[in-house]
């Protein structure tokens, strides 16, 4: 048997690895990825949740405070979907479900950049339409969706797709 066959397949992408090694590095690479997003939400969501303790939150509008509570839940469901995956971890650790454990950590992972998606354009929506009080905000709100958009799925999708078309060949 070849070294190649003792060690576990190729993955494509040229590293021979067993499906746990795999599970092991795509578990590490996640953990690192959740760090910085969890971090940013947690402060996003702190600010948020401090926001209806102010003064000026009496002042706002039917519509501002609807775009308020809609804002808070997206941020506590972001926070839910990227802390899921430590849950995930540490109900699982033990029971070798290491590979089902990454992908449905991933999974959850994406639905938590959805939300966080979300709970950005919520929040920039509120704190837009309170500053400056006309449609400019919708418009600033939409480039920016836009922005994130192209930054969080369209770039990567676009590796994604000129990485399969190299491999094809």
Not at 84 to 110: D, E
């Amino acid at each position: 048997m070849s070294p190649s066959h003792e060690r576990g397949r190729e993955d494509g992408w040229g590293r021979h690895e067993t499906p746990e090694e795999r599970a092991d590095r795509r578990w590490t690479d996640l953990l690192q990825e959740l760090r910085v997003a969890q971090t940013g939400v947690q402060i996003l969501f702190g600010f948020l949740l401090a926001v209806v303790f102010q003064p000026r939150f009496a002042d706002l509008s039917d519509t501002d405070r609807a775009i308020y509570v809609v804002t808070v839940m997206f941020g506590s469901a972001t926070a839910g979907a990227l802390i899921g995956p430590v849950s995930y971890h540490r109900l699982l650790t033990g029971r070798r479900m290491k590979p089902q454990t990454v992908i449905w950590a991933s999974r959850l992972t994406v639905i938590g950049l959805i939300l966080l998606f979300c709970t950005m354009c919520s929040a920039l929506l509120l704190i837009l339409r309170v500053a400056l009080h006309n449609a400019l905000a919708l418009w600033l709100v939409g480039g920016m969706a836009l922005w994130f958009l192209i930054c969080w799925f369209v770039f990567p999708a676009r590796a994604l797709a000129r990485s399969h078309d190299r491999h094809e060949k």
